[in-house]
């Protein structure tokens, strides 16, 4: 099992930057599959980005590319998400996953089954 915990939400305006952390605990890490997942007021959580267990792999849902980078660090048991050019439609909670497989289901919040318990992010027009 794995506990999650976010970090690095904050406030702020549009065209800024923002790096949100997610800290794992466990000696397993690297064997997760890592997502990230957000949430805004009134709507579906939708995937974000996502990253393989040796971190070779990263997806990234259309409306982020070019903007966000998922990355993790194996040995520290961390998993990041650098956001920049931020819109204030990027609002939302920001919540890190985990998946163990078998299967991976890159961009579907059902094959995590491991979760954080959220970061807020607010982007100011």
């Known amino acids: 099992q794995v506990q999650l915990v976010e970090s690095g939400g904050g406030l702020v305006q549009a065209g800024g930057s923002l790096r949100l952390s997610c800290a794992t605990s466990?000696?397993?890490?690297?064997?997760?599959?890592m997502g990230w997942f957000r949430q805004a007021p009134g709507k579906e959580r939708e995937f974000v980005a996502a990253i393989s267990k040796s971190g070779t792999s990263t997806y990234y849902a259309d409306s982020v590319k070019g903007r966000f980078t998922i990355s993790r660090d194996n040995a520290k048991n961390t998993v990041y998400l650098q956001m920049n050019s931020l819109k204030p439609e990027d609002t939302a909670v920001y919540s890190c996953?985990?998946?163990?497989?078998?299967?991976?289901?890159?961009?579907?919040?059902?094959?995590?089954?491991?979760w954080g318990q959220g970061t807020q992010v607010t982007v100011s027009s």
């Open positions: 996953a985990a998946d163990s497989g078998p299967g991976w289901y890159v961009g579907s919040h059902r094959s995590y089954g491991y």
């Open positions: 466990g000696r397993t890490f690297a064997t997760y599959n």
